[in-house]
């Protein structure tokens, strides 16, 4: 039943470390999204795909790298972990680049 | 660049009414979106707007002013449940990116 899915809910890793989070959504939208979420609140998007091919690709570093294997799933690989990657990570998606997003239940990584 | 501002906290009574404000300079426009988020919660969608006026949703009306860069969150019948942060976020019509306003928490005293 569950609209925007993603795995894990807590990650806690060490500096240096290879992490993926995993976005899955049943809703056959079309845009998924990945978002940053400091201490601060403040959301800032990551990525964008629509229909599988990528549309945004913000400043991020490179150690940072999404894939969509099929157009329900968004998965976000992060290499060389680093303490300031320690944040709440966010997956969406939409029906279109128009439309209001639908979130996951976020992804607390903290890095130590 | 880029900017989006709202008041950082608001605190209101149960049952009143809070409107919260949402002022944006940014070198695109596609609509404006309010989202709520309760604390360790994702955001969840609560209005779009995209021309002039206001626009009404039960407790919940969001008003927007294109040539001033301005919208407002107007909540009625103010619950217990409605204390969260209320984000803005603008939808630039270049590449269809939002960008959110740090938010606005709204904490509700009985």
């Not at chain 1, 290879?18 to 201490?39: A, F, V």
């Not at chain 1, 795909?49 to 329900?72: G, H």
């Amino acid at each position: 039943d569950t609209a925007v899915s993603q795995t894990p809910k807590y990650l806690v890793t060490q500096m240096g470390n290879d992490k993926s989070i995993k976005c899955e959504q049943n809703l056959g939208h079309d845009t998924m999204y990945w978002y940053k979420q400091d201490s601060k609140k403040f959301l800032k998007i990551m990525f964008s795909y629509n229909n599988k091919e990528l549309i945004i690709n913000e400043t991020v570093p490179n150690r940072f790298s999404p894939k969509s294997p099929d157009k329900a799933h968004l998965n976000l690989h992060i290499n060389s972990l680093e303490l300031g990657d320690s944040a709440v990570y966010f997956c969406a998606s939409s029906p279109g680049t128009l439309y209001e997003q639908y979130f996951g239940p976020g992804t607390r990584l903290t890095v130590t | 660049g880029q900017n989006i501002d709202q008041p950082t906290e608001m605190t209101a009574t149960e049952g009143a009414i809070v409107q919260i404000n949402c002022t944006y300079q940014t070198s695109g426009f596609n609509g404006l979106f309010w989202y709520q988020q309760h604390a360790g919660e994702a955001p969840t969608f609560l209005s779009y707007n995209v021309l002039d006026g206001l626009e009404e949703k039960g407790r919940f009306s969001s008003f927007l002013s294109r040539s001033k860069g301005y919208s407002y969150l107007l909540l009625k019948e103010l619950q217990m449940k409605d204390s969260a942060s209320y984000l803005c976020a603008v939808l630039m019509d270049s590449n269809y990116q939002l960008i959110w306003g740090a938010g606005t928490k709204l904490i509700i005293k009985p």
